[in-house]
């Protein structure tokens, strides 16, 4: 679960830089639960249903047959309040994808509006409402630009897992156990099939187009999150392999922003208590 370790690790750090920023404070302090040994996990064989890891390589092969696709993925994942109960939020990304390395992503949503393309060679990122762009390069694939561009600025996507050059790998790789737990008439407008899939860092629910093996939502706990915060997305109008322009992915908007540095932002700090604001110049 190579990409799905990596959002395990956005998820603490969104976490940590909640925008309610009473949260540390007033939020009883959760202990970690103590990782199994070595020995106790060399042990225990994984218990994998053969059809939901049938399920899995269906959906991955629908994936990786198309060289381009277009889909909508809104995501909805909690974030720690002063109150106890954990506060949701919610954004709409509309993603384009050219294997193996052009992808572009508008985000929009309860937070700022936000545009990343990525051509192969550099990956901008891309502030509307503030008119500020970051750009760098990136490795010439799409899987290595994912794990690059979290590594150098805390960029993530909650559907990294299924945009790689193989996403039964990314999901599948370090499972405990997958379950097959029946199918639904509810989720994406569709019937689907729907699959758990457990490892030592996370839990996910997965329900799979029945008929085009598309996944239509993800539903995921990470094991290393002590609030066992919920992280949802929801996948919508697919467009398998969907002629694309050659200027796709290019930062178009970016042209004439203001151009700072492509690096993690640094979470505001609060005044020491009994020290008074500097005062503006």
Known sequence: MTNTRLLASAALLAASLALDTG???QTPAATKPAAPSASAAAKAAPQLDARAMDLLKGMSSALTAAQSMAFTAVVTYESPSSVGPPLVY???SEVLVQRPNKLRV???GDGPAAEYSYDGKTITAFAPAENLVAVTEAPPTIDAMLKAAFDKAAIYFPFADIVGADPFGNIADGLTKAFYIGQSKVVG?????MIAVVSN???????IGAQDKLPRRMRAVFRGDPL???HDVEFSNWKLDPVIAAEAFAAVNAANAKKIDFAAPKPTQPPKAGRKPAKAK
Do not use: E, P, Y
């Not at 860092?201 to 329900?207: A, D, L, R, Y």
């Open 23 to 25: 949260a540390a404070a």
């Open 90 to 92: 919610s954004t709409s």
């Open 106 to 108: 508008i985000t929009l």
């Open 189 to 193: 407008g569709t019937t689907t099939d």
């Open 201 to 207: 860092t996370v839990f996910m629910q997965i329900w």
């Open 228 to 230: 066992m915060l919920r």
